[in-house]
């Protein structure tokens, strides 16, 4: 069974469009040939002619749930073409599947479908990523190296199914809960996006701005980093315009920038090999390291990265209703995100790496942040043809602007995913820009003279993204589960077990960070009973999240009869 398609999307005949001066008001029900002689009193109610210039876009038929058409990157190569006229040929249009194998492995063609993966990548290394592996290493040393490791491959899982739901649906992860959620829990589901979605960006935007700081030996203030950070994101966007692989060039180039910087870090400090290896093979965990550990994992899941992977993979032209060439997107999509990872993964390996070199076991260990790492490395080992202090800034520089564009790019789709709003790209992301920029500016002039104060902020941060990764997991792997979404293409039993336990393990790891976190944060009996209260309606929403699909309580309870009665 092939995954369903939106009734907007199913051939029709051919159907006059409204007049183009008109803008459609948002959802209008579409007029029919039975609604002729009603036309004019249709007409009549939609507003005046405006000029061409509509914040709106203009009719259904030009909305792309996350690129236009033209926008899209064609993959067909010399011989696909032939391919595909065979295919249309058969009778696989009404069976939905394909005769014969799959196509041959192409280095071309993964080189054409590079890109999605690696603009998914940097959510793995925002400012908020390296402030974890700073303190990682400075407080627990090599020792929880195989744990980012394997925290990498959760996530990596977990992107994986994002991808797979985008390619074999042909939409995206916010779409999908529209329609798969009723009104008040859709809000709710875009309300918590949306609030991961500040939380990340003002650590994104900070992080850029210190940068900006240091690499300007202090003389720009982060107020005026946050203004440079946001005006530079727009640049970039407007990339896009000249297509999508020219903006995907520009993320390239700012990753190689980070794994240039932190492996030149890494260069100058070396670090202990033995202690490395041992750090990757050997699991260890303490009582004095398990905060540490903690924030670890939770930092690798970012709640807007999965909205934001679902939409990326439908960069490329992909017929959802060919399974032949789904199956290929996902083959070369799945080696894509893998080589992103492990690059991901081997910077996180350099910042963990040279500040166990440089602090594991001294007083300063407790005292490093994002704001004072940079003073704390020149410090420790000095200067050089290029100090490692600008080093670091330039790698926190191209972590800061990658991430806050990214972060933009996700705003834009979550927002028109889950409120379907038909308003046209530049406005979507000035709005999404402006609802960060703004608190971001307030974080900036108050706690600029303030380094404790900035790495108490971080904690409130990273606690307020940790509690709404519930909100993007369970509604993905309920719908990669479904065989009336998915198709042929929805995830098996086995598949089932490991990505929920992947699941509870992250969910229950970031309430551990929570309860930490408000045990330590929160005093006073008013203001106790009010968390507790809304923690209740936390746990209650995820719940029915969960409960909702009868098929996810019901396999967990055959699956615990055939094992255990």
Known sequence: MLSPVDASDTPTAPQKSPPSSLPLRLMQPATTASDEDQSEEHLSLLPLPVSKGSLFLESDEEVEHAYEPEEKVVIDLAGDEEEEEEEEEGDEEDSGEIPGSDPPFSWKKLWLFMGPGFLMSIAFLDPGNLEGDLQAGAIAGYSLLWLLMWATAMGLLIQLLSARLGVATGRHLAELCREEYPNWARLVLWLMAEIAMIGADIQEVIGSAIAIKILSRGFLPLWAGVVITAIDCF??????????????????????????????????????????????????????????????????????????????????????????????????????????LVVSFMINLYVTTVFAKGFFGTEEAKNIGLENAGQYLNNKFGGGALPILYIWGIGLLAAGQSSTITGTYAGQFIMGGFL??????????????????????????????????????????????????????????????????????????????????????????????????????????????????????????????????????????????????
Not at 310 to 320: C, E, F, G, T
Not at 324 to 334: D, N
Not at 490 to 516: E, F
Not at 524 to 534: M, R
């Open 235 to 340: 640049i970039f966007l407007f990339l896009e315009n000249y297509g999508v692989r020219k903006l995907e060039a520009v993320f390239a180039f700012l990753i190689a920038t980070m794994a240039i910087s932190f492996a030149w870090m890494f260069g100058e400090t070396q670090p202990s090999q033995k202690e490395l290896v041992i750090g990757l093979l050997v699991p260890k965990l303490s009582s004095k390291t398990i905060r540490q550990a903690v924030g670890v994992v939770g930092c690798v899941i970012m709640p807007h990265n999965v909205f934001l992977h679902s939409a990326l993979v439908q960069s490329r032209k992909i017929n959802p209703k060919r399974q032949r060439r789904v199956r290929e997107a996902l083959k070369y999509y799945s080696i894509e995100s893998t080589l992103a």
């Open 420 to 565: 379907d709003f038909k308003l046209k790209k530049w406005i979507r992301a000035l709005i999404t820009r402006s609802s960060a920029i703004i608190p971001t500016m307030i974080v900036a002039i108050f706690f600029d003279a303030s380094d404790t104060a900035l790495d108490v902020l971080n904690e409130w941060l990273n606690v307020l993204q940790s509690v709404q990764i519930p909100f993007a997991l369970v509604p993905l792997l309920t719908l990669v589960s479904k065989e009336e979404i998915m198709g042929v293409f929805r995830i098996g039993p086995r598949m089932k077990v490991v990505t929920w336990t992947v699941a509870a393990l992250l969910i229950i790891i970031n309430a551990y960070l929570l309860l930490d976190f408000c045990s330590k944060e929160i005093n006073g009996l008013l203001f106790g009973s009010l968390v507790s209260v809304v923690i209740l309606l936390y746990v209650t929403f995820i719940v029915y999240l969960i409960v909702r699909d009868t098929s996810i309580p019901n396999w967990f309870i055959s699956i615990f009869r055939k094992r255990f009665l």
